[in-house]
């Protein structure tokens, strides 16, 4: 069985490359997780973890790491490109938070207001009471083919 993580970082990181697959790529080396094997998960915050900056997040080269990610390419030279994610903090630290991540050919400030919207719905819907919603995200304005990216990366301490 996999240790539930009991610490949370926010990345994001956003790229231009010759291919979509290098964007992401790069993306994802300029958010500090281009050196692991990303593992998608649903969205869910373990009770009581614990937010950490990225110069403390350490993580093993080829590692399987657990995160949520919002991410969005794009080979419209001029299009903006933009993903965030939200973290939902709940009252009780014995209840898990919520993470929601969304992205589209939007400026920043509308895809961050989306995804913060998503957070404070999905404690409605839960009955659970929500202390605070922490947020990251990333725009970007494609050249030739680019990427963004944002996360909530899911670790141990």
Not at 81 to 88: E, H, L
Not at 117 to 146: P, T, W
């Amino acid at each position: 069985m996999v240790p539930t993580p009991n610490i949370y970082c926010l990345v994001s990181g956003a790229a231009e490359g010759r291919t979509r697959l290098n964007a992401f790529d790069e993306a994802l080396l300029k958010a500090g997780v281009g050196d692991t094997n990303l593992v998608r998960m649903s969205s869910i915050l373990p009770p009581a973890a614990q937010e950490i900056s990225v110069s403390e997040l350490k993580l093993p080269k080829g590692g399987l790491i657990p995160l949520a990610y919002g991410t969005i390419d794009s080979t419209t030279p001029g299009q903006l490109i933009s993903t965030a994610i939200g973290i939902g903090i709940p009252e009780d630290d014995e209840e898990p938070g919520v993470i929601m991540e969304f992205e589209d050919h939007s400026p920043l400030d509308t895809v961050e207001a989306i995804v913060r919207q998503m957070v404070v719905d999905a404690f409605e819907y839960r009955n659970r009471k929500l202390k605070e919603i922490k947020s990251i995200g990333i725009e970007h304005k494609v050249e030739r083919c680019g990427a963004v990216f944002a996360a909530a990366v899911l670790w141990y301490k």
